[in-house]
């Protein structure tokens, strides 16, 4: 068995752990070496858009990568609001619903220009009056009518569009600027302008003040900047006989499109193996007798792959 | 109704050190560091870590209860060598471990932009 491979086999997995420390085995100096280290890491990217990154590293810890996943998750901070001041509500949403729909919105502002705020204590937050360095102001005031019917005559729209302003989407978040922070700052808002907070009739109306500070997921998951962070082992298959002609058919089908390419026409076509990275690593070829001798499947335990979709519209600031 | 206030989980109470160090009677060169308002995030890292260096014999971490925010990492090393040594140059390598992972995550994304 080779050492940097985890075997998944038909009931169990073998040879999970690393066996890299010093001392494993007689005779070999495992003892780490941040030159070696760096000779063998390595860093691709193999997509990167507004709302989610996908990036391999090889030749790393499993401890590091899952650090890195858990800090992400967890102690990257993120600004988000956190204090709803109700003016108005005469919606059919309760004003901690509302509240509560309001703090989940992400906010893209650089939480770098920001400082956290000020330590809370059990009794009661002190909050400062409007500091800019500490937080960002939002006004959202939405008021549902009827819409006007077309040519003027009457006063209800048309069956279509009979209201007016009857879904507040986060859109109408409008920004306040305090102090000068306009002239720091600039691009504010929610990420999307689309997210629906509420829906309105006629006659209601809802006029909040939101504030926004900074804070990390560790404190509550609306601070968190990714949607998930999440790493999986790249697959590798390995094939001990050689497999042809109908069989190498079956096999193909055993895995996700293009894991086995099936090379060649006729009887005589072989099954080679293509992109182990597309595979879902769901084994099915175990299930048939006649296939499941004929590979090895493993997983490369020092290669993540690692996906971050976002939700705070930057993905990184290099 | 009773939960306690999230933010404790990473946030020194006043007077709480972050780190403090009792020694280990059973065994020679042996320390048990208490690290407050961590958890397994800095806990695992660390150990395997000290697990990486030939003069730690010994090393482990665990969180005593859930619901209290800390880890308790032990560690014994060979006689010439203090646990205290080890756990700072456990951070040192690591320190120097995330730099290299930066500057190539860095330099990754921004070939991949300069590609698109």
């Known amino acids: 068995m080779e050492e940097g491979l985890v075997s998944l086999g038909e009931y169990s997995i073998s040879n999970v752990h690393s066996r890299d420390c010093p001392g494993t085995y007689p005779g070999r100096n495992d003892a780490w070496d941040l030159d070696r280290f760096k000779q063998l890491f390595r860093v691709e990217v193999v997509s990167l858009e507004d709302d989610a990154l996908v990036f391999d590293m090889i030749g790393i810890d499993a401890s590091i990568a899952n650090a890195f996943r858990r800090i992400l998750l967890a102690e990257v901070p993120t600004m988000a609001v956190e204090k709803v001041f109700v003016h108005n509500n005469t919606s059919l949403i309760q004003d901690e619903v509302l509240a509560h729909r309001l703090g989940l919105i992400p906010i893209k502002a650089d939480p770098r220009l920001f400082e956290f705020p000020p330590q809370r204590t059990e009794e009661g937050d002190k909050w400062p009056s409007s500091t800019p360095e500490h937080m960002l102001e939002f006004v959202l005031k939405v008021r549902c009518t009827h819409a006007p019917a077309p040519g003027g005559a009457g006063r209800r729209g048309t069956a279509a569009e009979p209201y007016v302003n009857s879904k507040v989407v986060s859109g109408d978040m409008e920004w306040i600027p305090i102090g000068d922070q306009a002239k720091t700052l600039s691009d504010v808002g929610p990420v999307k302008n689309d997210i629906l907070i509420a829906k309105l009739r006629p006659g209601q109306e809802i006029h909040v003040r939101m504030v926004c500070v900074k804070g990390v997921g560790k404190d509550h998951a609306k601070f968190s900047p990714v949607a998930t962070a999440s790493y999986r082992l790249l697959p590798d298959i390995t094939l001990l006989e050689p497999v042809v002609g109908e069989r190498a058919d079956r096999l193909a089908k055993c895995f996700s499109t293009g894991v086995i390419k099936v090379v060649g026409n006729g009887d005589s076509r072989r099954a080679e193996v293509g992109d182990t990275r597309k595979d879902s690593c769901s084994r099915e070829v175990l299930r048939h007798e006649d296939l499941k001798n004929c590979v090895q499947l493993s997983r490369v335990r020092n290669h993540f792959i690692c996906e971050h979709p976002s939700n705070v519209g930057w993905v990184s600031n290099a | ?116």
């Open chain 2, 1 to 116: 109704m009773n939960a306690p206030a999230t933010f404790e989980s990473f946030l020194l109470l006043d007077g709480e050190k972050k780190i403090s160090i009792t020694k280990d009677t059973k065994v020679p060169n042996a320390a048990i560091f208490t690290v407050n308002k961590e958890d397994h995030t800095l806990g695992n890292l660390l150990m395997h870590q000290l697990l990486r260096d030939p003069q730690v014999l010994f090393a482990g971490y665990k969180v005593p209860h859930p619901l209290e925010h800390k880890f308790v990492l032990r560690v014994q090393t060979t006689p010439d060598y203090s646990p205290q040594e080890a756990l700072s140059n456990a951070i040192t390598d690591l320190i120097s471990e995330s730099t290299a992972l930066e500057t190539r995550f860095k330099e990754a994304v921004r070939e991949r932009r300069e590609g698109d």
